[in-house]
């Protein structure tokens, strides 16, 4: 099936575009009411997870609704832990949890390699179906969780906000950690080169805890592992490169670093107009963000002058999707996301004549 | 009572000192089991903070036990909008909340602007009791929330994770947030002024929200904020400079623009090195931070190694005060934070020959 729509993935690779392709971070999720419903069929969140038939439905949903330039593949970045047994679960106010977190030397050691084929099957059946679906219209998106990321879910069992667990392991037992973030690394290279195989046209690693290390533990117990990642992922599949999207949330100091990581776009979020990023990164990479998500709670004019300032903010020229900084929160107006897609497509042509 | 040590402000005017000053944020906690017997003596937190012997008590506790080169005097960042009458109270485990948190333009017009030297009287008391008591051993920190910080938790009630409300008046009704904001800045002058008056030696900013805010939003309803009541305060008292420390948490892309806005120090998180953040802040302004909390949970070998990185990256010079990139968390024992102080004494001679 030929792709009809390959703005989003031309972006990713700073090559000439018409218009800012967009895609929203989340655009599968809590705000829309046919997910609540189809959620609600699920059951759980597992079980809509894990149904391939449901969760291509799910990452289908806001393709009928609004003139979006990819689609990420509908399924949650704690896949791979679940996978090595710490059995994910969600408290409905409170985030995922998982029933057997890791805290000793012998449970990180004991942790198993999943074959991602084997029990990470219901992703990848989840995207060739979406793929067969989705009919060439707009590139998918597969993803993971970054090991940083991943671990400090794994130690903690849960979120938290200020990681004491899976710090106090960095920090007193580097080399455990180093360990068990190999592990993950080497897993995660696995699952995203599955999920390319399986047909995702374009990778991102979600990095939402990157941001809680200090600048020298950042690039050692997490950038290094995307690193690592990305050095070891198929760039290549059906004839056409496969983008690497890294998204580290909080690190805008660490942009430099990132850039030079061998992906081909980062994830920015709103504490940094794109102009500053853009000179920091130069040429090395493309951008993608970084309207703040608040923005849709307020009026559609006020989203239609924030979406300008934003691709005014990128400026002219190659090398930016459209996107959030963040996910797309469930209070948001259905119809004040289609005013944010609007304006992009009205006001972005003339960044690229 | 003549000043014994001053070097802590001496390195937040970036004059030359012996050895890098410490103190340490929220050092008067729950960390220490002192502080823990007086705060359950008081009955509840609000108590403690409106009992001047208590409160002094607190303030001097951590003294006691470690050579710290300040002391910051016991109270909350949201005294003001208490004395606002938003009925300020604390749930355990969920932190601070309003009982009538504002959320109409009638609630924000309507805000009174308390009488400081009135409504505020305990803080005064608590400041001048602490300075008479501290016997001129080391200075004393005055502080408050910033403007944008007290809104959020005005409007939101308490604690949040994507302020919705106070980020929907910014973008939706900015002249009204303008108007909270100004009556904030106002407020938050006149108290400093009056700490300042009642002996508080140098006073500090906490904008522990600023990082919400995009880069844009951030200089306009947080930072200008934070320039007006700057430019408002008494800089000189008792034939002494009374130097002015903003932190904004989570802003470290604003660095520069904070450096401008006529403070004398920034704090820093552990986001950013020293290093880089000297290099972008010039002789501008001194710096105050950053070591990672956490790092406190570790060993005392890595507790050293990791001051001793600190000084490293702030490097040779003058104006440097170390300290944490936020507070201390309660789960630290005592005695890790005493090698820290220690760390800071055997290694910091060094960087001031």
């Known amino acids: 099936m030929e792709l009809k729509n390959d703005c989003f993935l031309r972006a990713l690779m700073r090559q000439p575009v018409d218009r800012t392709p967009v895609w929203i971070m989340r655009q599968a999720g809590r705000y829309l009411p046919e997910y609540l419903k189809t959620r609600a069929e699920a059951g759980s969140f597992m079980n809509l997870c894990q149904n391939p038939e449901l969760a291509c439905e799910v990452t289908l949903q806001p393709l009928r609704r609004f ?46 390699s999943p074959d991602v084929n084997d029990s990470l099957r219901y992703v990848m059946d989840a995207i060739s179906t979406t793929r067969r679906e989705i009919g060439g219209q707009v590139p998918l998106i597969g993803f993971s969780g970054s090991p940083w990321t991943l671990a400090t879910y794994m130690i903690e069992g849960g979120s938290s906000k200020t990681f004491p667990n899976a710090k106090k392991l960095l920090y007193q037992e580097p080399e455990l950690a180093h360990e068990l973030l190999g592990k993950l690394a080497g897993t995660v290279t696995d699952y995203l080169n599955a999920q390319i195989e399986s047909g995702a046209q374009a990778v991102q690693i979600f990095d939402t805890w990157g941001g809680a290390l200090s600048a020298g533990a950042y690039r050692e117990f997490s950038l290094r592992y995307m690193a690592q990642i990305v050095a070891g992922l198929k760039r290549e599949n059906e004839g056409r490169r496969v983008p690497v999207i890294l998204f580290s949330k909080g690190c805008n100091t660490q942009l430099e670093a990132l850039a030079d990581s061998g992906c081909d776009a980062l994830g920015v979020d709103w504490t940094i107009t794109l102009k500053e990023a853009r000179k920091r990164v130069g040429d090395r990479v493309a951008l993608q963000g970084n309207l703040d998500p608040a923005i849709l709670l307020a009026g559609k004019d006020v989203i239609r002058h924030e979406v300008e300032e934003t691709l005014n903010s990128f400026g002219p020229g190659n090398g930016h999707v459209f996107n959030l900084g963040h996910g797309i929160t469930p209070d948001v107006n259905p119809d004040h996301l289609s005013a944010l897609i609007s304006a992009v497509r009205e006001f972005s042509p003339g960044f690229h004549s």
């Open 67 to 112: 003139k979006l330039d990819a689609a990420i593949i509908f399924s949650d970045i704690l896949t791979i832990p679940d996978a090595m047994g710490l059995k994910l679960y969600f408290v409905t106010g409170e985030g995922p949890k998982f029933e057997h977190p890791i805290r000793t030397a012998e449970a990180i050691r004991k942790l198993p």
